[in-house]
Each structure stands twice: as C-alpha cells, then as structure tokens.
C-alpha cells in the first residue's frame, strides 16, 4: 500500500549551537529538492525569538534571516519565523501585548508565510493556561501578515515526562486549547512521546479528535541536542512512521540534528516513507539515500559505521574513535568534517547550556 504525503517540513526548534548561513543554505537546497514544502525557523540559541524575545533581532541577524527567507522562498518552500513568547501567559497584560504586537510586526517586517507560536519547554503548571495561551494565538494571527499560524502547546505529547519536568497538565488542557484557538491555528504535536519511536494513525486519531483538527508532526527525529542525545549521531532512516498518518495531518516536520549534512541523510528518507508505504525498508532508504548525498565512497563508509556513530556513543567508543578520526578525516566532505567535528567532542551539549537557551 502507498498513502498519501502529507506536507513536509522541518522546523528548527532544537538546542544547541546555531548553523552558520551556508549550513542553512544548504539543508535548504536539499530538502526542497526531496519536494519539502516549508521551512520553520526558532532555534532555542535564537535569544530574540525566546529568552529574550521582547527586542527586536539586531540589524546584522535580521538581514541575515531575511537572507534565509529569500533563500526558502525562492527554492519554493514557505518560510516561517518561531517566536517563543517567555512569560507572556501570565501575566498577558497591556505591556505584554504591546511587546507581542510591537514582535509580530517585526518577524512580518523580514519576511514570512508563516507565523510560529511556541509554548514548548516553558512551566505549564499555571492557571487556565490553555485560555491564555490561546488567547496570544488568536491575537497574533489577527496581528500577522502571515498566511498561516502554527502553535505548539506546552504539552505537546502524551509523555509523562512533561508533566513531571514542567509541572501537572490540566486534565482538559488539550481540549480546551483546540476548542479556543482560532480553527485555521495549526497544531504541533510530537507523538506519544517527546522523542517517539512509533506515531501511527490510532494515537493520531485520538489527538485530532480532542484538538477538532489534523496535526502538524513535530518529528524530533534526527535531532540529537542535549547532553545526553548529543553522544550521538542521529544518521538512520525514518522508522516507525506509518504512511496512513497521513489522513491524520496538516503536515510532518522534521527536527533537525546539530549536524546539518548529516541530517539530510535521514530527511531524505521521510519522503520514501509516504511514497512506498508497506514496500518502504529503511536499510535500503538509508543506504541509497547516504550514497546519492554523499557518493558512492563516503555513503558506504557511513554505512559500515552506522552502529558505531549512532548506537555506542562518544565516550564508549574507545579506541575506535582514533581510527574513525583517521578514516574520515581523510575524506574531503563537509559531511566528514562533521564526523570529525563531533568525534573531537565540539558539539557536545551539558544541561546548563539547554537550562539557559
């Protein structure tokens, strides 16, 4: 059975270090290329999109967002800006409204299709928050330019880790929040799980039922920040994804790895999932996939090394982290160099660093 393909995306919502402009660029190039239709911009290091969103980007930072807009635009895909409103719930007073305002304005002023509301990662355990937070999405979109408005709540999967990280969810709070948001809003949703291993299309139904509308994935496949996810390299093809999510959906997007070539490897395979349905094998997908990115040399060599790079982690690694240094280092492919890069242990995260994006 092949299904439908729904939207495809990427939404780079992850902690750690930011891509410089020609990683974007490239990422970019490639998943526009596979067919992607949209680009979401709000890492967690973007301080004025979060922690410190009630100013405005400097001026060097927004012409270069306003690059990346042309960029995503003139590949064909939509372009959005993520804006993660800290502490604007409670209290939403005039000051805060104003600063929301006086923000939406900006992000329009750069150049986006779609406007991006985020709650994820923020306390939940405060009064009729799904009111609230409802309330500063409907009153963006109304504000916005943006042709589309997308939200993530605060709880944004069934996984109880939420709950006991960011304080004990209402028991109506997804309810409530897809009955007040405006119905054109579109919803963000992970799965079953902050980082899930399967999403099929029972769970889907029993989310788009309680939201009154299809979701939008957010797939935290193959992003690997964290101090813990970031001992690792997230290089496998999509698994666990059933193609008759699609009935389910408003789109699925991709969270990206701090390695942005490599990412392309596993992104490229998302597309092949929806395509050939029950015919899909992601050993295959990954191998074809590594090879045409990479060329026949360096796409093999990922494919002997996969279990090494993705399953053992940096610091069990041993003496074969020497040898893999030798042996990509030799290779003249900024794929390589992100291998190596990683192997010397410079995109490895702590806790503090995502205590403080």
């Known amino acids: 059975m092949t299904g439908t393909t729904p939207e495809l995306g990427l939404i780079e919502g992850r902690f750690g270090r930011l891509w410089r402009e020609d990683e974007r660029a490239h990422v970019v190039a490639t998943l526009a290329s596979a067919g992607y239709a949209f680009y979401h911009y709000g890492p967690k290091a973007d301080r004025a999109l979060r922690r410190?969103?009630?100013?405005?980007?400097?001026?060097?930072?927004?012409?270069?967002?306003?690059?990346?807009?042309?960029?995503?635009?003139?590949?064909?895909?939509?372009?959005?800006?993520?804006?993660?409103?800290?502490?604007?719930?409670?209290?939403?007073?005039a000051d805060t409204r104003a600063d929301l305002a006086r923000r939406v304005a900006d992000l329009d002023a750069i150049g986006i299709d779609d406007l991006v509301i985020l709650f994820d990662d923020l306390r939940g355990d405060m009064p009729d928050l799904a009111a609230r937070q409802a309330e500063i999405v409907n009153a963006c979109a109304a504000q916005s330019r943006a042709t589309r408005v997308y939200t993530c709540p605060t709880y944004y999967s069934d996984d109880p880790v939420l709950d006991i990280v960011f304080g004990r969810r209402a028991d109506d709070y997804l309810a409530d929040l897809g009955r007040l948001l405006d119905p054109a809003v579109r919803v963000y949703?992970?799965?079953?799980?902050?980082?899930?291993?399967?999403?099929?299309?029972?769970?889907?139904?029993?989310?788009?039922?309680?939201?009154?509308?299809?979701?939008?994935?957010?797939?935290n496949w193959p992003v690997n920040d964290g101090a813990r996810m970031s001992r690792f390299l997230h290089l496998r093809a999509f698994t666990g994804r059933d193609a008759r999510n699609a009935r389910h959906l408003s789109g699925h997007a991709i969270n990206p790895a701090i390695q942005p070539h490599l990412t392309c490897i596993p992104a490229l395979t998302l597309p092949l999932v929806y395509r050939q349905g029950d015919d899909y094998a992601y050993g295959a997908a990954f191998a074809s996939t590594a090879r045409r990115l990479l060329g026949s040399e360096l796409g093999a060599m990922l494919h002997e090394d996969v279990a090494a790079l993705q399953d053992v982690g940096l610091e069990r690694l041993g003496a074969r982290a020497d040898r893999l240094r030798a042996r990509y280092g030799a290779i003249?492919?900024?794929?390589?160099?992100e291998i190596v890069r990683w192997l010397d242990g410079d995109d490895l995260m702590t806790d503090d660093e995502v205590q403080t994006q």
């Open 189 to 219: 949703w992970t799965g079953e799980e902050v980082c899930a291993k399967a999403i099929g299309p029972a769970h889907l139904a029993r989310v788009t039922a309680t939201l009154g509308r299809p979701v939008c994935l957010w797939d």
């Open 332 to 337: 003249d492919h900024p794929a390589a160099r």
């Open 52 to 93: 410190e969103w009630r100013r405005p980007h400097d001026a060097a930072d927004t012409a270069l967002l306003r690059r990346l807009s042309a960029q995503v635009r003139d590949a064909g895909m939509r372009f959005g800006l993520a804006l993660t409103p800290v502490g604007a719930s409670h209290p939403w007073d």
